[in-house]
């Protein structure tokens, strides 16, 4: 199982590349457009201002997927063993505590700036601040995975943090 990849990983990396191409498109035709021919289109920086907010919180649910968000563990290493796994289980309790409520929030958000557009393509800016609600519930699966691999495998194959 840890070396096939998920079917909702694999949905977040589409959605990336496809959001990633998307954007470069749209920024390489706008300055085209804009230096080349003079001719500039009044959207296209919204709409790379939009794909880059999705990138970017999309990015960071698939950093936890696959364990590569920052910590800061220089005074953990000069742990012993016993106390490196209670840190790490305080810390994993306390991204389920950020991650419900960056949900919670962001939806709370997202519904209060439902009502306001955004100014050339004219979509609600609740589509831009959906990708912190919709981000920090792909992150809580991924670390309530995470946390059932750790502490709930068999010992054989159980990774201890």
């Excluded at 939009?50 to 698939?62: C, D, E, K």
């Excluded at 959906?130 to 159980?158: C, D, G, K, N």
Aim: with cysteine.
């Amino acid at each position: 199982m840890a070396s096939r990849r998920s079917i909702l990983e694999w949905a977040e990396c589409r959605i990336l590349a496809l959001l990633l191409g998307a954007m470069v498109l749209i920024v390489f035709s706008s300055v085209v457009l804009r230096y080349g021919f003079n001719r500039p289109i009044g959207w296209t920086d919204e709409l790379a201002k939009l794909f880059f907010t999705w990138i970017v919180f999309l990015g960071g649910a698939l950093a936890v997927k696959r364990g590569c968000n920052i910590s800061i563990d220089a005074v953990v290493q000069f742990m012993p063993p016993a106390a490196r796994r209670v840190v790490a289980a305080i810390g994993d309790f306390l991204l389920l505590i950020l991650f419900s409520v960056l949900i919670y929030y962001g939806i709370l958000f997202s519904f209060m700036t439902a009502p306001v557009a955004t100014p050339s393509l004219g979509v609600s800016v609740a589509l831009v601040y959906a990708a912190a609600p919709v981000s920090a519930a792909l992150m809580l699966i991924h670390h309530l995975e995470h946390i059932a691999t750790t502490y709930f495998s068999p010992l054989p194959s159980r990774t201890r943090p």
